[in-house]
């Protein structure tokens, strides 16, 4: 067994905040109260990460996930040696080069030519080294034409690109990667990863901070979650982003629950006439005569618990419970499915369904259960409304309550038809990796 | 203060790479390029000699021709100057690289210094075709890297110090400013420090500058040809010597909030 590359034991990073905003800290002040040193001490701290251990393997690639502000470009600096755990220790064997800001030391006066020797000698070559390279760095970047132009007259895509370029050919044993892949255009990206996995190959160390999971799952044989400083999950890349994912979804099962505040204040009886129209023609809001009064809305699951966030296939009830205080006979439930944009996706009601109401008095609760959900990702409002044939409300609920349709299948469009495809004859395709669902299981019932 | 020397030997590379490029990209886009080395110092020259032949002038017998007496304080002077200038927000300006890239942080200010450097040698020359040019010029003038080396080590030491201490305080930048200009003045650049009588106040107060030994050294080894000055050199290399070393001290106490202040 070959060492680690990259060993992490309990790193903590602290970063002081100073109860005074910078700015407004000057050293006069700073004399006159004889505070200079004082000054200098943590008055506030903030812990952006909290005792995280982990091992990457020599050749191993590594990646971390992690919502924006948990600790990954952190974590990132710190192998990188931009800065110092506070407690804990983290040591690195072999050259690092780190894609955090591409570019970061070119100058723009200057010829792409003379940056490219430069760059090259920060992230540590030699001189030599960078002249033997540097044909294969501008042809990587593309900018055979434009090597001697400042680098100021530089897209920002042609800027990028030769960071990339200069910073991949330092010939790391570790490379850091964060989230850079997200700039320059199709081709390049592609190029890039064609790189990486050319690292993976030859048995480098790749540490990889992303948001893109997919790659995530591709590319890594290891993998962190972090959350809030801390890790969370370590293990199989494919387990962690899943047990990522379902966080992520339990977040936004929260967040939908504690929006529909709305709801409170409409169910008051109040009619909502303030809230801003969602697209051609949609207005949230409730109005109606409340012969027929709905007093609760429930989305559930198949096996009847309240959820918001759901996966394609799975079956969803809407559960609503109405309350007629007088006796009615002639009544319609009704219920429209709108995307966030406004635009009807489905829409449908007892009447058009041909049931024939006969009576209604007290409590009653009427539910739609939707089979095998079609729907691609995203927000989805519910209609929901009791009424007369003619139409005249009773009582009418529109984009009160919603639901979240998460996929990892990057599909487009409204509505998704069950669907598989075949191939016949000449044509030889692989099976596709089965991409498989989200799992929202019994651990997320806030 | 030994590990301070050691880095920038070990990064050598690095700020030659870094010092060619300021040098490169300070007169790129301008008419007369790499000239303007040159021509910065000929206009400054011209802008003192207006001053103190026209407005103000000096007839003082043992500084004539006082033109190239201020030639031999004004140059190093604007080298300082400039070196403590710059190298007090070198830090801020390049934060991008402190914060991303693994970089040597004591790199910046000492490139701040060294292509100042550069500019100064660059404008010697001019200096000495003048002085042999009114047949001035002595032996002494070989003996120049003595005073140059002092004020290098000056330099660098109040650079360090300077551009770590800026990041916390980005007053620093302003008053600096004027520091250095009271500075100027209290060192003998347009005036000669023979003149100021001895046990005077004045006198003492230019004793305890450094640079008022350095600056001296200059004019003795250049316009008068002779070094009589040489303790003085001493005890401002002893002084040097000591603002390195608390420099390299502070810059290295400092190192780690620099990434987070920046």
Same mark, same amino acid.
């Given at each position: ?5 990259? %060993? ?19 050293? +006069? ?14 008055? *506030? ?9 982990? *091992? ?6 590594? !990646? ?40 970061? !030391?070119?100058?723009? *006066? ?17 001189? @030599?080294?960078?002249?033997? @390279?540097?044909?294969? &760095? %501008? ?12 680098? +100021? ?21 570790? #490379?850091? &990667? ?12 592609? +190029?890039? #990863? ?11 160390? &790749? ?30 890349? +494919? ?27 409409? #169910? ?25 009064? &709905? ?58 369904? !041909? ?69 016949? !004859? ?18 997320? @019932?806030? | ?33 790499? /000239? ?60 991008? /690289? ?23 040698? /660059? ?18 003038? /070989? ?27 980005? $007053? ?79 810059? $290295?106490?400092?190192? $780690? ?6």
């Amino acid at each position: 067994m070959t060492s680690p590359a990259i %060993v992490g034991r309990d790193v903590t990073k602290v970063y002081r905040r100073h109860a005074h905003r910078h700015q407004f800290r000057t050293l +006069k002040s700073a004399l006159l109260t004889g505070s200079v040193l004082s000054d200098l001490r943590p008055e *506030e701290t903030f812990t952006a990460l909290d005792g995280v251990s982990f *091992e990457v393997p020599r050749g191993a690639t590594f !990646g971390v996930v992690g919502e924006n502000g948990s600790g990954k470009s952190t974590l990132l600096k710190l192998v990188a040696g931009i800065t110092r755990p506070t407690r804990g220790a983290l040591s690195v064997d072999g050259r690092v080069s780190a894609l955090i800001e591409l570019g970061a !030391g070119f100058h723009p *006066e200057i010829s792409g030519r003379e940056n490219v020797a430069i760059n090259g000698v920060m992230l540590g070559l030699t001189r @030599r080294e960078v002249d033997r @390279r540097f044909d294969e &760095i %501008v042809d990587f970047a593309e900018l055979q034409e434009f090597i001697d132009a400042p680098v +100021k007259t530089y897209s920002s895509g042609m800027y990028m690109r030769l960071g990339f370029a200069v910073a991949i050919h330092v010939d790391p044993d570790v #490379l850091l &990667i964060d989230e850079v892949l997200a700039v320059g255009d199709e081709a390049f990206t592609r +190029k890039c #990863l064609d790189k990486i996995a050319e690292f993976r190959r030859r048995g480098k160390t &790749i540490l990889f901070v992303t948001h893109s999971l997919g790659l995530v799952e591709k590319m890594c044989d290891d993998a962190l979650w972090l959350r809030h400083g801390r890790a969370a999950l370590r293990g199989d890349p +494919k387990r962690v982003v899943d047990a990522y994912l379902t966080h992520v979804a339990a977040g936004e099962e929260a967040q939908l629950r504690s929006g529909r505040a709305p709801d409170a204040w409409s #169910l008051s009886g109040e009619e909502a006439a303030g809230e801003p129209p969602l697209g051609p023609g949609y207005r949230r809001g409730r109005w109606g005569s409340r012969e027929v009064e &709905i007093r609760a809305v429930s989305v559930q699951d198949a096996r009847g618990r309240e959820r918001h966030v759901f996966v394609p296939g799975e079956t969803v009830a809407l559960v609503i419970s109405v309350h007629a205080p007088r006796p009615v006979t002639d009544f319609v439930f009704g219920v429209g499915l709108f995307a966030a944009d406004g635009t009807s996706v489905y829409g449908t009601n007892t009447d058009i369904e !041909g049931f024939s109401p006969r009576r209604l008095e007290g409590d009653a609760v009427v539910r739609l259960t939707l089979e095998g959900l079609s729907l691609v990702e995203g927000t989805y409002l519910l209609d929901l409304a009791a009424h007369r044939r003619d139409g005249t409300p009773y009582d009418y609920l529109r984009g009160l309550h919603s639901l979240r349709v998460k996929s990892r299948i990057r599909d487009v469009g409204v509505y998704r038809p069950a669907h598989r495809w075949s191939f016949e !004859g000449g044509a030889e395709i692989a099976p596709a990796e089965a991409p498989r669902e989200i799992e929202l299981g019994d651990d997320h @019932r806030g | 203060m030994i590990a301070a020397v050691r880095s920038l030997i070990r990064y050598r590379a690095l700020v030659q790479s870094l010092v060619s490029r300021e040098l490169k990209a300070r007169y790129r886009g301008s008419v007369l390029g790499f /000239l303007w080395s040159f021509v910065n110092p000929l206009l400054l020259l011209l802008t003192y000699t207006l001053v103190f032949t026209v407005i103000l002038p000096n007839r003082q017998p043992d500084i004539q021709p006082f033109f190239l007496f201020l030639f031999c304080g004004i140059l190093p002077w604007t080298w300082f100057q400039a070196s403590l200038g710059e190298s007090s927000g070198v830090i801020i300006t390049s934060g991008n /690289l402190i914060k991303k890239v693994l970089f040597p942080a004591e790199v910046l200010p000492t490139v701040a210094v060294l292509a100042n450097l550069a500019h100064f040698l /660059l404008g010697l020359p001019i200096l000495v075709a003048f002085l042999a040019f009114k047949g001035r010029l002595a032996w002494t003038a /070989l003996l120049l890297p003595l005073p140059i080396l002092v004020q290098l080590v000056l330099s660098l030491g109040l650079a360090l110090f300077l551009s770590a201490l800026t990041v916390h305080f980005r $007053d620093i930048q302003n008053i600096l400013t004027h520091v250095l200009h009271l500075w100027f003045f209290a060192t003998p650049v347009i005036y000669s420090y023979a003149a100021i009588p001895e046990g005077s106040l004045l006198r003492r107060v230019l004793r305890l500058n450094p640079m008022t030994h350095v600056i001296v050294t200059y004019q003795q080894m250049l316009f008068h040809g002779n070094v009589d000055h040489w303790r003085g050199l001493f005890l401002a290399l002893l002084v040097g010597t000591v603002a390195f070393a608390a420099g390299a001290f502070l810059f $290295d106490r400092l190192r $780690d909030t620099l990434p987070e202040e920046v």
